[in-house]
């Protein structure tokens, strides 16, 4: 079993930056694939990017690309979700999520954290 937190989540105006981050616990961090996804309100909970566990390989919605980066931290049981040059359609609940391929973590992963509030204004 895979616990998951966010943090990081907040209130910041168009053009701006945040940081997500996801610590987790139970089995070995490193044998996980890690990914984000976000719901908005009204709309279904959609990928955002994924990160492989060694972190060689990584992947990414297309309207995300190129202003958010995702990585991580195996020594601190940690991924992030850089994101930048924010718009107000980023406004969702952020949720990270974890499986043992990268594949899956992408299509349906097994484990999820609670979510994490990111609202941008115009």
Do not use: H
């Amino acid at each position: 079993q895979e616990q998951l937190v966010e943090s990081g989540g907040g209130f910041v105006q168009a053009g701006g930056s945040l940081r997500l981050s996801c610590a987790a616990s139970g089995r070995p961090f490193n044998s996980y694939a890690m990914g984000w996804f976000r719901q908005a309100p009204g709309k279904e909970r959609e990928f955002v990017a994924a990160v492989s566990w060694s972190g060689d390989y990584t992947r990414y919605a297309d309207s995300v690309k190129g202003r958010f980066t995702i990585s991580r931290d195996n020594a601190k049981n940690t991924v992030y979700l850089q994101m930048n040059s924010l718009k107000p359609d980023d406004t969702a609940v952020y949720y990270c999520a974890a499986d043992l391929n990268l594949a899956t973590t992408i299509r349906s992963p097994d484990y999820w954290g609670q979510g994490t509030q990111v609202t941008v204004s115009s």
